[in-house]
């Protein structure tokens, strides 16, 4: 009888023992999946150059991962329009100020990818002279966009690229 239940005791430990590996290499395989989410995440970050008679607006994704654009909203003085009203506004308010046939307002399509430290210039400008900055400014005022994108895991993110369409945060409480 001694026999049986040290027997007894051995299939038990070894149960257990089998139970707690199995139970922690799945908690590992979570945290590694948890980690690997956090360091390739995408951040799309903005730079502006005002300095020349060229000026930009690019959208950068600065993070450590892929970024691939779900949707794009476009904004004229804070209320959404479409594409094509958004193109068109841009291109009329540029030849009003003298801007050249050079000017250019790239789009981020639903679908694009942006790789790490790889970049969409939004608008790109040929303006006179000693305008660049004012017309940057105004620009800025005027024009904004909201892209929503996610990453490789599937996590949704968005960047806005003006104070005119935030909305702030305590709205929601």
């Known amino acids: 009888m ?3 239940t040290l027997t007894f005791y051995k299939d038990i430990a070894t149960v257990l023992i089998s139970l707690s590996a199995l139970g922690l ?3 590992n395989g979570y945290m590694s999946r948890m980690h690997n989410k ?3 995440r995408p951040i799309l970050s903005s730079q502006r150059t005002y300095t020349t008679n060229d000026p930009s607006y690019k959208i950068i994704n600065c993070g450590n991962g892929i970024a691939v654009i779900d949707k ?5 003085n804070g209320k959404e329009v479409s594409l094509q009203e958004f193109l068109r506004s841009y291109a009329k308010y540029i030849t ?3 801007g050249g046939d050079k000017s250019t307002c790239q789009t981020a399509d639903d679908g694009t990818i942006l790789r790490v430290d790889s970049e969409i210039a939004l608008f790109k400008s040929i303006l006179p002279n000693n305008t660049s900055l004012q017309i940057s400014l105004e620009l800025e005022k005027k024009y904004a966009v909201k892209i929503e994108y996610s990453s490789i895991y599937g996590e949704k993110f968005e960047y806005i690229s003006s104070s ?3 909305k702030p945060h305590f709205d929601k409480f």
């Open 2 to 4: 001694e026999q049986a």
């Open 72 to 76: 794009t909203y476009y904004y004229l």
């Open 164 to 166: 005119l369409i935030r």
């Open 96 to 98: 009003s100020k003298g």
């Open 25 to 27: 290499t799945i908690w």
């Open 38 to 40: 956090m360091s390739q």
